[in-house]
């Protein structure tokens, strides 16, 4: 009885660190050093689709301090001198705002739709992070790179999402919100 007790503790950790545990890697992994051409300038937007998915399910296991903290870091290690410190942070948490808001056109849908929905946010979030480097620094910065970044990380998303999809935690994704209605399958409505 008491190994089902010390299990069930372990298992019920392991689901709340998953989501951190799982964008800690994702950070740490934009400093790869990769010998893909366009892979690896594409790795700082990585950790955003890792708050898109966890977001999606699981968004409770993704606290605002958590996305700070790892937005920061991400700052930190990829920024050099006179980079913004924090805008990562500010695309994070905003990232988790917009699904939360949205989860009900998100969840239970098909996954060309959440494609859609994770290119508007990269998109959101390639703008913002290219806006206050361009203003902090206070030079023109080549929008060219930012766009390569969105474009790769677009052609890798059908490829890592079902990943993790499957990494975390099976919450009921895949079962419509109360607030989506209560027609039963096979009914119309008049």
Do not use: H, K
């Not at 992994?29 to 790795?43: F, I, N, V």
């Not at 006179?82 to 942070?89: E, F, L, Q, T």
């Amino acid at each position: 009885m008491r190994a089902d007790g010390l299990l069930a503790m372990l298992d019920r950790w392991g689901r709340y660190a998953l989501p951190g545990t799982t964008l800690l890697f994702f950070v740490l992994l934009t400093l790869a050093p990769l010998r893909a051409p366009y892979l690896s300038g594409a790795l700082p937007l990585l950790p955003a689709l890792v708050v898109f998915q966890f977001s999606l399910a699981t968004p409770e296991r993704l606290p605002g301090p958590l996305l700070l903290v790892m937005g920061i870091l991400l700052d930190l290690l990829l920024g050099g001198p006179g980079a913004p410190v924090g805008v990562s942070a500010l695309g994070f948490v905003l990232i988790r705002a917009a699904v939360v808001n949205n989860r009900r056109y998100l969840v239970g849908v098909p996954f060309l739709f959440q494609w859609f929905g994770f290119c508007l946010l990269a998109l959101g979030f390639v703008v913002l992070v290219w806006f206050f480097t361009a203003f902090w620094t206070w030079t023109a910065i080549d929008p060219l790179p930012a766009l390569m970044q969105y474009a790769v990380v677009i052609v890798i998303y059908p490829l890592l999402a079902p990943l993790l999809a499957r990494v975390r935690a099976r919450d009921p994704l895949n079962v419509p919100d109360a607030s989506r209605g209560t027609a039963r399958p096979g009914e119309t409505t008049s």
